[in-house]
């Protein structure tokens, strides 16, 4: 039996893409927004070839103030307008095959969704159509099967500019107005249509074949330049790894204030929350590329290219996902490409451990923007990474020219990409894809090594811990293992997933649980490379020995080797694992593996982890200091605090934060009045405030109530009120004499008027777990607009309703057990040196 919350929640089913009663050939908007009134006046001209004869057309339309509906001859159409939908009677009927265009003359004011009106300086408009809004501000078929050619004329104030898809036809000025009309030539799905206005800087990014502009506020342009630079030669670097030229007429970005997710890959024209918008100081250890690059590939991956259905979303998502990656590897090398892996399964592991379990390919859901989730988007891209290393990088880019160059302007299922593999390099996969994508969880093993000298054999054993039984299958996959006989002199960097010089390299098949592999050798190796570049989406526990580990350590080029053998380094406590962990945290070649060593350090709680985190508070890679000052909030001892105190000066903005808030972890008397200060200190995006207040929460100290209230205020900025509340939250979980007011700024909280706000209360609110909460959270589990906001409020109810029905002593249990771990390993390390001669 599964101990995985189920994904689905009440009320959900199965969905089904809906039957098409015609084919729209094309949608022509003109629009004429609003900023002052928050009102758009549209009028929408739509041509549909009828697929059987109809008598009756519906479209999607959700409080659209439709005034008439027209042929283009001025001929009436009898319609009819409810709060969802648009309905037409159609006399006579149309008939198999013949055409109608229809023109629907219409106002939007105030809308709940898809359409949204920012009064902040410079006031502009933005739309969000993904995944069923674009009906919130033109009438349509609102669902991803449907493509179509667009047109769109957008009529602004003189001195503005207006953004949509395709190609810019032409710009006219007259009478105080500025049209601007674009033309979409490829069809594509309707929550890809785009309408962006207000006043905006140009910057043109050149490129030697397609126009390539960034839009962002004046004032803001050198941010720009640093947010989208990059933006060509990714380009370059998709078109030569897809091996399909970018299809559209020019590629445009445009940053937004108060967009409520990070980006959305509008065809030719993403819309990008001006979040990624950076000083030079934050460029110092911030990149907006991972955005950037993920939104390029999805034109590609989702435009041109577009899942049949949402439950088929991953062939959107997850490819866009990976894509990131993919350009990391042109951008940065093999080491940060593997990085990059190991932290979308990580976040994947974690959203399967924390909150449910579902297969990627899910169709039963309340609203599909509820499958828009790490098993989409990181699961997706993992299954990327494992296919790459079951069928080898040329392959694989053979097998995606197929299927993108054959699918270009369809829509897909994932058995199109299982024919285009099948089809270009004759491996059926559709055993892979079942088990990965169709089945939910992953494998969850362990690895144990021994030598057996005397026969001149290393025995290795993979077991498989998840649940199998009658229901739940062993996996079956091939594991790479390699061996080598002399480990290299030092860590070479940006190595490569081939096998090293003198490496022994073996594919194992994993079908059962456990398996013991016999696999001789000429002498015992000194290095033992178990799944090297980590191709295999799985929950690993690693027994390879203490000496195996600290070679791996000390020498091994994966990097993704390094961190498995720091992990278990850390648990380890003797005098080898210290020694391997303290070269590795100040001399390892790739920071990734200096982050994830202090985060192993900072668990493990040991006397000698906070002595080498200390020594490494100087470290020249900023996101290495940034992982020291967080790991150094498990110890409250003033030497801490001195040091912490003492990073509050770094040129990072993120290391003062992590300091900052590793501060308050400290309990240090001092912390206080260094936090209050942080919370005033003026940084990118609220960086260094929100870190304080993060520090405030965990100080559990009363005096912090007031400065996190003030600082949830709703004319504070929206990246420290998202702080604020979940630092509220901590502190109520902690002080029990601040708990009802911080119930009561929780709750005001979950009425926010920004999205991402809303969505950390509902965070704040899931940890605070207090009933009195409940309320408002069954109100807002039925009436939030937005549907991803839906699921968070439902969610969180469910863990407060549980959490009431768990004893706080089990709470009490946990910690105690913590600080008996962190007693043990002390007591190790006190042994161990009373060893040593």
């Known amino acids: 039996m599964s101990d995985h919350r189920d994904f689905a929640l009440p009320g959900a089913r199965p969905h089904y ?359 989409l988007y990181e699961k997706g891209g993992a299954v990327l990474h494992q296919l790459r290393g079951e069928l080898g990088w040329d392959r694989l880019r053979r097998a995606l020219r197929r299927y993108v160059g054959e699918n270009a302007g369809r829509n897909v299922e994932t058995i199109d990409l299982v024919r285009a593999i099948e089809h270009e390099t004759g491996r059926n996969l559709r055993a892979f894809f079942t088990q990965w994508v169709e089945r939910a969880g992953h494998p969850e093993l362990e690895a144990s090594y021994r030598w057996d000298a005397e026969r001149s054999t290393a025995l290795l054993t993979i077991a498989q811990k998840q649940t199998i039984d009658d229901a739940h299958r062993a996996y079956d996959f091939t594991l790479e293992v390699g061996f080598l006989a002399e480990a290299p002199a030092a860590i070479a960097t940006d190595a490569g997933p081939e096998p090293l010089p003198g490496e022994t390299r073996v594919r194992l098949r994993i079908e059962r649980a456990p398996q013991t592999f016999a696999i001789p050798l000429a002498h015992e190796p000194a290095l033992v490379r178990v799944d090297p570049s980590g191709w295999l989406l799985a929950a690993w526990t690693w027994s390879l020995g203490t000496d195996a580990h600290a070679a791996v350590l000390r020498s091994d080029p994966s990097p993704l080797a390094r961190i498995r053998a720091a992990k278990a380094l850390a648990k380890d406590g003797s005098r080898v694992a210290r020694e391997a962990l303290a070269q590795a945290l100040l001399h390892d070649p790739f920071w990734g593996v200096a982050v994830e060593v202090a985060a192993a350090l900072g668990a493990s709680r040991a006397p000698s982890a906070r002595a080498m985190l200390l020594g490494a508070v100087g470290h020249a890679h900023p996101k290495v200091r940034r992982a020291v000052a967080d790991a150094l909030g498990a110890w409250r001892e003033p030497a801490v605090a001195d040091a912490l105190l003492g990073l509050r000066d770094d040129r990072s903005y993120f290391v003062v934060a992590a300091a900052l808030k590793s501060l308050g972890r400290s309990r240090d008397p001092r912390a206080f009045d260094a936090l209050v200060d942080g919370l005033a200190t003026p940084s990118w995006n609220e960086t260094i405030a929100a870190g304080a207040a993060r520090g405030l929460g965990a100080l559990a100290d009363a005096r912090g109530l007031d400065p996190l209230v003030a600082a949830l205020a709703p004319e504070r900025p929206e990246a420290l009120r998202r702080a604020a509340v979940g630092a509220l939250a901590e502190l109520g979980t902690l002080v029990e004499s601040t708990r009802t007011a911080v119930v009561d700024a929780v709750e005001r909280a979950l009425d926010d008027r920004t999205y991402l706000v809303r969505m950390s209360a509902y965070a704040a609110a899931e940890k605070l777990a207090d009933a009195r909460l409940l309320g408002a959270l069954d109100r807002l589990a039925a009436s939030e607009n937005d549907g991803r906001l839906r699921r968070d409020a439902a969610e969180a109810a469910q863990r407060v309703r549980e959490a009431q029905r768990t004893p706080a002593e089990v709470a009490q249990l946990r910690e105690e057990l913590d600080r008996l771990r962190a007693d043990q390993q002390a007591l190790r390390e006190r042994l161990d040196a009373l060893d040593r001669p």
């Open 17 to 375: 893409g809906p039957d098409r009663l015609v084919d729209v050939l094309h949608i022509d908007l003109h629009l004429r927004p609003d900023l002052e009134r928050h009102r758009l006046d549209g009028v929408c001209t739509t041509r549909v070839r009828a697929i059987e004869d109809v008598r009756r057309l519906v479209l999607d339309a959700v409080d659209l103030q439709v005034h008439r509906v027209t042929r283009p001859d001025g001929g009436a159409i009898s319609f009819r307008a409810t709060s969802e939908t648009l309905a037409l009677t159609l006399e006579p009927a149309l008939r198999a095959g013949d055409e109608l265009v229809f023109v629907v003359d219409y106002t939007v004011e105030n809308p709940r969704c898809g359409l949204y009106f920012i009064d902040t300086e410079p006031k502009h408009v933005w739309t969000q159509s993904q995944d069923s809004d674009a009906r919130c501000w033109f009438p349509c078929f609102d669902r991803p099967d449907e493509k179509q050619t667009t047109s769109a004329t957008i009529v602004v104030p003189a001195g503005s500019f207006a953004l949509s898809n395709g190609a810019l036809v032409a710009r006219t000025e007259a009478d105080g107005v500025v049209t601007f009309r674009y033309e979409q030539d490829l069809p594509h799905a309707t929550y890809l249509v785009s309408m962006v206005a207000g006043t905006f800087s140009e910057l043109v990014q050149p490129h030697a074949r397609i126009p390539v502009f960034a839009y962002v506020a004046p004032g803001r342009e050198a941010d720009g330049e640093r947010a989208f630079g990059n933006t060509p030669r990714m380009l370059d670097v998709f078109e030569r790894t897809i091996g399909v030229p970018y299809p559209y007429a020019r590629y445009s970005q445009i940053a937004v204030a108060e967009f409520i997710v990070g980006g959305m890959e509008n065809t030719t024209a993403t819309t990008q929350t001006d979040r990624v918008l950076h000083d030079e100081r934050a460029h110092l250890d911030y990149s907006a590329d991972p955005l950037v690059s993920h939104e390029l590939a999805h034109q590609w991956f989702g435009d041109l290219i577009t899942c049949r259905d949402w439950s088929q979303a991953w062939l959107n998502e997850g490819f866009a996902t990976y894509f990131e990656a993919v350009w990391l590897e042109a951008d940065k090398g093999w080491d940060e490409y593997l990085y990059d892996i190991q932290t979308v399964v990580g976040r994947y592991l974690e959203e399967d451990a924390e909150r449910y379990r579902r297969p990627i390919v899910c169709n039963v859901y309340r609203d599909p923007i509820e499958l828009f989730d790490r098993h």
